[in-house]
Each structure stands twice: as C-alpha cells, then as structure tokens.
C-alpha cells in the first residue's frame, strides 16, 4: 500500500471535499466553510510538496502516472486553489446561498485537474476533464443576477460540452488507430502512424478540448462573455488555475508525439496558425474593451496564442517554455483578478472605470495591479518577460523568425490596451465618492496578494530555479 | 569589493528605502535619493580612477551564473566607453534628483520610478550578458511611461502613450534580433565578449542587423524613428526630461555600438552607408525643425534629434573605415558631451517654466535683463549645442566632422550645415527670449532668479562642460584604446568586401 503515498494530494482533497460537503449540510457558517477550505488548500499544497520526489503508478499500471511533471503541475494547481480561496472570503457576486457550496466545486475541479495531469489513458482523462469542468460550469451560474448568471454559464458550458465532445471524437479515432486506449500504445506504433494523416487529425481533435480551455481561436467565444459576467471569484479560477491544467495537457498531449516531431509535416502549420489567429485576435479585440474582465478575457485569449507558440515547436525546450509560461501566467493572472474582486466587491460588471484612483485608495492594490499589468504587457522584472523570452527562444530555435517578429510585434500592440488600465489607476480621479473611499484590504488579500506578486516578480528574476523545475518536468514528461 | 555591482547597488538600496517608508516621509526620501546618486557618482569616479586604459579590455568582471541550462549568467564589465557613460549616468542622476528637490507632487512614486530607470541604465552601460543586456534595457524603458503621465505637463498622455509605444516596437525588432543572434552561435551562452569573438556568417549578420539596428536605433531617436522624443521630452518634467534625453537616448546609441556594431561587424559594414544617410537626414531635419519652434522644450526636443545623429553617423562612419578611430572616438564623446548638455537645457529650461510657467519662446523678450543667471546658463547649454570650441561638444562634433569629410565628403557637408543651422535656431532663441526689450510681465522674475544652492547641479554641468572642452583628452584618453581595439576587429573585415554591396 505504499502507492497510497503517491495519490497522497488526490485522497486530501476528497477527503476534505467530503468534510466541505456538510458544510451546507449542516448549516454551517461561511465563515467556518471557507477556514475548512483554507485548511484544505494548505493540506493539499503540503500533500503536493511532500510527493515532489516521488515517481511511480498506484493502482493500475500504465492508466495513472506520478511523476515529477505531474506533482509540479498539481502544486501549482493546490497553490491557485489556496489562493483563489483566500481571496473569496466575501465573494458577494455570488448568490448568498451558494456561498457554502462554492469552495467545494472549486475543489472538486481541483481534483479532476489533478486527476487529468496524472492521467496517461484516454478514458482516465477524458472523465478526470469532465470531472474538472462541470463544477466550473455551475459556479459560472452561481452569480447573485440569475439572468447574468445564466447566459454566461449556458455559453461557458455549451461550448465546453462542444469541445470535449470534440476532444471525445479526436480520442475513438485515436482508438480505432490504436486498438488501445493506453498512451503507453503509442511508444510502439508511433512509427508507422505519424505517417497517416489520420493519425495527426486525431491529435488535433483530442487537443481542442484543451485549447477551449486555454481559449485559443477557434474556442475562444465564451472567454470574452464568461470572463465579463460570471462571479469575480469564479473566473478568477477559470483564469488562473484551469489554464495551468489547460497548458500541462497540452504538453502531455504534445509529448507523447514528440518523437515523430519531424514527420509533422501536417499538425505544426495548423498549430501555428492557430496561435498566430490566437495572439492577433486577442489583442485587436481588446484595444476596443471597456470592461476590465473583458478585456482581460481577450488578453487570455491571446496569451493563449503565446503559450501556442511554445507547445507548437514540438521541443522539449518549446513545452518548458510553454509551462513555465503557464505558471507565470497564471500568477500574473491572479494578482489582476484579485484587484478585479476587490475593486469590484459590490460590482456585477467591473468597467475600467472601477480602478480610477487606485493609487489613492490602496497604494498596495495599485502597486499589485501594475506588477500583473506589466506581467502581461511582458516587461522586466515580472515573470512576462522572462516567460516570453523562453517561448521565443524556444520558437527561434526552430528557426521561426517570422513567428516570433509576428508575436513580438504583438505583444507591443497589447501594451497599449494595459497601458490604459494603468493610467486609469495612476492617473486618473475617481469617478465618485462613493468610489473614492479607501479600500480596506482583509489579512488574507494581503498575503494572497503578496504570495501572487512575489511569485510574478520571483519568477521573473531570479527564473534559476523554476525553470530547472519545468525543465525536470518536461523531462519526466518526454521520458 | 566587486565595484560594479555596488554601482548598482546604490540605486536599488535607495529604492528599496523608498518603497518602504511612507509616502509623507518627503525628506527622507528626497536625501534618500541624493545620497544614494552621491555614492553611486563617488563609485563613478572611482571606477574612471581606477581603469587601466594602458591595458584596456573589459576590466572589473563580474560573473555569476543565472540560468545555466539557458546560458543566462549575470555577468558585468566595463571597457573605456562604458566606464565614461556610467560616469555620465551618475552626473545626470545627482543633478536630476537635486532639480527636482522641490517637488510637492506624488514624491516617493516620482523617485521611486526614477531610482528604477536609473537601475536600468547602469545595467544596460554595465552588463555583458545579452539577456541581461535587454532586461536591463526594458526596465529602463517602463518607468518612462508613469514618469510622463503623472508627473509630465501639456500633452502628456499623448507624449507618454507614443513614447511607450515607439519604444516597445523596438523592442520588437530587437527580440527575435536578439534571439536568433544566441540561436545562430550555438554556444548556449549570452555571453557578449563570446557571441563578438564568433565568427557569424556574414549572410546571416546581414539578415539580423537591421533588426537591431533599427531596434535600438528607436530609443536613439534616429531619423526616421524620432517622432516620440520631441514630444515626450517636451511634456515630461525636468528631470525626466535630463535623463530622456540626456541617457535614455544614449542607451540607444550604446545598444547599437556593443551589439550591432561589436556582435554583427559584417552586417554593419554592409548597412552602413544606408543609416549613415539616415543619420545625415536627421542632423539636418532636425535643426531645420528646430528653427521653427515655439516653445522652448521642443527647440531642445528637435535639436537633440539632431545631435544624436551626429552620433548615429559616428557609429556608421566607425564601420567604414577611412577615419573609423575619428568617427568612433567623436561618437561616443557626443554620446557623453550632448548628455551633459542637454541635461543642462532641460535643467535650466525646467527652472525658468518653475518660475513663469511658461515655456513659449515669444512669451518673453529681454528675459536677459530679468534672469540674468538663468539665461546665461540656458546660454551656454546653446553655444555648447553650435559647438563653440572651449566647450565639450566642439571636439566632438569636430571629430565626426572631419571623418565624414574623408568618408564621404557631401555627409560632412550636412554635418557642418547642421552646425551652422544649430548656431542659427539657438541664437534666434536668444534673440527672441533674451535680448529684446525686457517683457514688464516678467519683472517679478528678478527675485527669483537662480540662487543659492539651486545654482549647485547646474553649476556642476557647466563645469564638466567647460573642463572636457579645455581638456578633451580626460574622455579620449578613456575612450582611444577602446576604440582602437573595436576599429582593428573592423578592418579584418575588408577582405570580406562587403561595402558597397548594397
């Protein structure tokens, strides 16, 4: 029974999920729901830490692998549910009666996001994604305005069923090619496969269910609406923590077809261009946004295409890049959704507006807000211009220098639309009194926000030993 | 004592005080900030002091490695050129921090984001490692948009917003520059002093060079790519505007020297001739737009655009050969020359609007009789900018001159037709705002002319002005073996007979 240590993360977060599960039961506090949350968030980033050198596969060989990848992977994912958590102390975009009922789906998606990273056959991921995102699909609704709360959660959830129906498509015919529905079957047969056009159609089926996930072009469409509407805290995971899952599939994905990286005469062009779309489109829609999620939204999107570009290389360099990328990106994203909460604590749409005399109202938030802005834009000393650095690198190293002038060039479009949000915290006078008024910052915000800040800036200057992690992950992963 | 990072250190110690204490902590902040310049210039000194120009090369090497498996170390080292431009960073910083002593406004986010760009600037003039050479670059670049917004006057918004943009589109260019430089050596290594000695093939430094070229040629305010400096040196506040133009731009020029010119010899040589019309047009543009303006921010605006083509041409000339050690020498003493200067102007330009509000030139009119000790500041910012021979930039402008009159004699042409048009927009300046009849609105000025210690940082300019313009020979001693050296690599190139190919 020594495998139960490597499901250690796993088994803490069901077993606290079940205790969260009486919390409406027995009609307990919120206050008392969200310290058992807290608690589990920190069980389970130990859990994490304490399996980091372990390697194995419990229970049934070959469908359910720990590995360093996947433990690096799943603390991440522990530490943004802790996070997000922590943030959620007073989450008043949600209706007040699902208070309880939210840290459990939050966790629940944890866990099939953890499942999804350890998984290396088809079915075992494909429920652990499902696992993973129907929780999302009801905290969307959870919103307190049912009419906002329902498109936005019908959007996000049509679309996210789409995809993984299309991602279930990509799998049978990757069955059917197959006659098995191990990733170890692969190994073998890779040979002969990589030469059918089939083949390379079916990894491209499987991937979107992913990238709906990331919110690359052509599953982008929910990012905008569900990002603008749904409850602050809500999408603050969505923003953060499921891209990290999103991004370590997409590298798992990648890696398993890794080998026959030079016959990919048909899957690289499409990826490519799916990023070159992804980054454009994200950009030029956002210049016109007024709503700071939205906006955000789009900049997901196009990050999205960043991340792209690191996994389309098919290089053990490119997937490093692209988790590194990922992680740092989903700092970034924390620190500007955890201004978005505060900021618009009582606001069910939050407009650029919101932020105006920031500054004054808390120096902390302010400075918070433009270390993730300056993340996103890509400039030193946050993890963006690091991350991008590696991406880029990682792209040139192909010799795609057309992709990577072309994404660069982007990225100074992109500075303008976060250089607005800045100047509307710095800059510009509130909008009201009611909107001047200092904002009280709780403990917990402080240290969430201390943690995400640090780790963006950590990451960014002192990359040393993150990037060893990811590099040891995509090793592990690349075998 | 590894005496580069503790040039560094000083302003990063400074910033970290002033993050920290609270925002009504004015004081502390303001001698923060002084004394943290005051080391750092003292470090400077020392560093000039102690450089060995007999042995020349990179000295006072510091290497720590940073991401080993990316081949990013933090690896620091100043040769003849840098050692002068860190001593022009410091000079800059000291009296910029002075200028702004009386600020009322916003005071730790104002030095907090001026101690950071001072941090970048150092990195860039010191750092040996091309991703630090870029990091470093970067940071320098992000303060500049608060600075404007907040702080600036007039258009501001407009200013900060192009300004950004123009410069991170050249950032743009330099990225995948950068990158396919590291990719194309092969040797996992950033390392500036490694990727100069590798001999790249000379279609691919053809293909990069311009890339970077125009990449950092932005952030120096070359013709065709000018149009944010002007403006944003117009609507930032007096020490922003010192460090705008007086490194911010150098920082472009520098970028252009230690990676295009030392890293890509080839692909300079073969692009030469283009930019060095390029730079030709600007000197002449610039001084022509100059002669039209109104206010007094954009005649120094235009004129730097003008002065730092002198530079841009100096660099293209270095490559051509003829009088490559003339051209390269007179480059980078305009590079540390116009610095002082323009600072100066700012300097003096930004007292004079403390004091009227008001920078339009035909505002005033006898403005010599109300001010006397500001105008004659102001004055020798403008002689030193026509090259007056007794101040700094003559020996620089004078060097480039005579090495585009051997290069390429219609190009000398434009340099002493910049410097004569210089003579005649500065002098219309004088005519107009200083020596008509006295304007009675101004009478109040008389009290409140420049005094006491506010005379200390423009003093220290005009100083160094004057001294490098009796003794030329502080900076070129410093510069010559450097150049030399750089010049030599250059000639091996000749066989390749890449010039005129274009």
């Known amino acids: 029974m020594a495998d139960i240590i490597l499901f250690l993360p796993e088994i803490v977060c069901l077993v606290m ?121 009801i905290v969307v609704a959870l919103h307190r305005n049912r009419s906002i709360g329902a498109e936005s959660s019908t959007k996000y959830m049509i679309q996210g069923m789409v995809a993984s129906a299309i991602s279930l498509y990509g799998m049978s015919f990757l069955f059917g090619l ?100 992804a980054m454009t489109l994200g950009n030029f829609a956002a210049l016109r946004q007024r709503d700071l999620k939205r906006l955000l939204g789009y900049s997901a999107v196009a990050h999205g295409g960043y991340i792209l570009v690191g996994i389309q290389t098919l290089t053990e360099l490119g997937l490093t890049a692209a988790l590194f ?73 192909q010799g795609q220098f057309g992709l990577v002038l072309f994404a660069a060039v982007n990225a100074a479009i992109a500075l303008y639309y976060y250089l607005l949000v800045i100047r509307q915290a710095y800059m510009v006078e509130p909008v009201s009194a009611q909107h001047a008024e200092p904002i009280r910052l709780r403990l917990n915000a402080v240290l969430a926000a201390a943690v995400a800040t640090g780790l963006v800036i950590a990451m960014g200057t002192f990359p040393g030993f993150f990037w060893n992690c990811a590099s040891r992950a995509a090793a592990a992963l690349v075998g | ?140 670049v992000v303060p ?44 996992n290594s950033f390392d500036m002093t490694l990727l100069a000695a590798h001999p790249f093939d000379p279609e691919f430094q053809v293909f990069v060079y311009p890339f970077i070229f125009l990449g950092f040629g932005v952030l120096a305010g070359m013709f065709p790519v000018h149009g944010w400096s002007p403006t944003g040196h117009v609507a930032a506040p007096s020490a922003v505007s010192m460090l705008h133009a007086g490194v911010l731009m150098k920082l472009g020029a520098f970028g252009i020297l230690s990676v295009g010119i030392r890293i890509l010899p080839a692909g300079a040589v073969y692009w030469a001739p283009v930019f060095a019309v390029l730079a030709s047009i600007g000197i002449v543009y610039g001084a022509f737009v100059a002669m039209r303006q109104t206010d007094f921010k954009f005649v120094i605006g235009f004129s730097s655009v003008s002065h730092m083509g002198i530079v841009v041409l100096g660099l293209n000339l270095a490559v051509l ?41 035909a505002d005033f009119g006898g403005l010599g009789s109300q001010m006397p000790r500001a105008v004659s500041v102001f004055i020798v910012a403008g002689l030193c900018g026509a090259g007056l021979p007794g101040l700094a930039s003559f020996w620089a402008e004078m060097l480039v001159s005579l090495a585009a009159l051997k290069t390429y004699p219609m190009m000398g042409v434009a340099i002493i037709g910049g410097l004569v048009l210089t003579a005649v927009y500065i002098l219309r300046v004088f005519i107009q705002a200083f020596f008509g009849p006295p304007n009675p ?12 210690w506010v005379i200390v940082p423009r003093a220290l300019l005009i100083g160094v002005l004057v001294i490098l313009g009796f003794m030329p020979r502080l900076i070129l001693d410093m510069i ?19 010039l005129g190919k274009f």
């Not at chain 1, 201004?339 to 500054?359: A, H, W």
């Not at chain 2, 500049?144 to 917004?149: A, T």
């Not at chain 2, 050249?170 to 430089?181: D, K």
């Not at chain 2, 609105?441 to 006491?452: K, P, S």
């Open chain 1, 178 to 277: 197959l006659g098995s529905t191990y990733f170890a079957a692969l190994d073998t047969q890779l040979g002969a496969l990589a030469l059918q056009p089939m083949f390379w159609l079916a990894v491209l089926l499987v991937l979107s269910g992913f990238l709906f996930k990331l919110a690359v072009f052509p599953f982008h469409f929910w990012a905008a609406d569900t990002y603008q509407a749904a409850p602050h805290e809500a999408v603050t995971f969505i923003a953060t923590v499921s891209k990290v899952a999103a991004v370590a599939i997409l590298c798992r994905i990648a890696a398993l077809v890794l080998p026959a990286s030079e016959s990919l005469v048909h899957a690289r062009p499409v990826l490519m261009w799916l990023a070159i779309v």
């Open chain 1, 325 to 397: 990328y990922g992680l740092g990106y989903a700092a970034m994203s924390l620190v500007c959704f955890l201004v978005v909460c505060e900021v618009g604590r009582d606001q069910d749409t939050v407009p650029i507006e919101s932020v105006s005399g920031l500054y004054q109202r808390s120096p902390l938030l302010a400075a918070a807000l433009l270390v993730g802005l300056l993340g996103l834009i890509g400039l030193p000393p946050t993890v963006g211009f690091i991350g991008k650095w590696f991406l880029f690198s990682a792209a040139l190293q």
């Open chain 1, 17 to 137: 999920a079940l205790v969260l599960f009486f919390a409406p039961v027995c009609a307990w506090r919120y206050s008392t729901a969200w310290g058992i949350a807290i608690v589990a968030g920190i069980a389970a980033v130990s859990a994490c830490l304490w399996t980091w050198p372990m390697e194995g596969e419990p229970f049934f060989a070959g469908i359910y692998r720990i590995d360093f990848f996947s433990q690096l992977v799943k603390t991440a994912l522990a530490l943004g549910y802790l996070l997000v958590v922590a943030i959620s102390r007073d989450p008043r975009t949600l209706r007040p009666a699902t208070w309880h009922e939210f840290p459990l789906f939050l966790l629940l998606s944890t866990v099939g996001m953890m499942m999804m990273v350890s998984a290396t056959e088809l079915l075992t991921l494909y429920i652990s994604m499902e696992l993973s995102a129907y929780p999302l699909y």
């Open chain 2, 144 to 187: 500049m948009y608060p600075l404007v917004l907040i702080w600036g006057s007039g258009n501001k918004e407009y200013a900060a917003m192009k300004l950004t943009l123009f410069l991170l589109a050249g950032s743009a260019l330099l990225f995948p520059g950068l990158l396919a430089i590291y990719h194309a050596a092969g040797l």
């Open chain 2, 441 to 452: 609105r101004w009478q109040g000025l008389r009290q409140v002319d420049l005094a006491g």
């Open chain 2, 480 to 498: 010559n073996g450097t150049t030399i050296a750089l010049v030599e690599n250059l000639a091996r190139l000749e066989d390749l007979n890449l």
């Open chain 2, 1 to 140: 004592m590894p005496l580069l990072s503790a040039i560094m250190a000083c302003p990063l110690i400074a910033l970290g005080i002033v993050l920290c204490v609270p925002a009504t902590a004015v004081r502390l902040i303001r001698w923060t900030c002084a004394l943290s310049a005051l080391a750092a210039g003292v470090l400077s000194l020392h560093l000039w002091h102690s450089y060995d120009t007999v042995a020349g090369g990179m000295q006072f090497v510091e290497r720590i490695s940073w991401v080993p498996s990316a081949g990013i170390s933090y690896h620091l080292g100043v040769d003849g050129f840098s050692t002068i431009l860190v001593m022009l960073n410091s000079i800059v910083f000291f009296t910029g921090v002075l200028t702004m002593w009386d600020l009322e406004h916003r005071v730790k986010g104002f030095f907090a984001f001026m101690l950071m760009f001072v941090i970048g600037v150092y990195g860039v003039f010191l750092s040996l490692d091309l991703f630090f050479f870029y990091f470093f670059y970067e940071i320098a």
């Open chain 2, 321 to 361: 050969g003829q009088a490559g050690v003339d051209a390269l020498n007179g480059a980078v003493f305009q590079m540390f020359a116009h610095g002082v200067m323009t600072a100066l102007f700012f300097s003096i330009v930004g007292f004079i609007y403390d004091r009227s509000h008001s920078k339009t030139i």
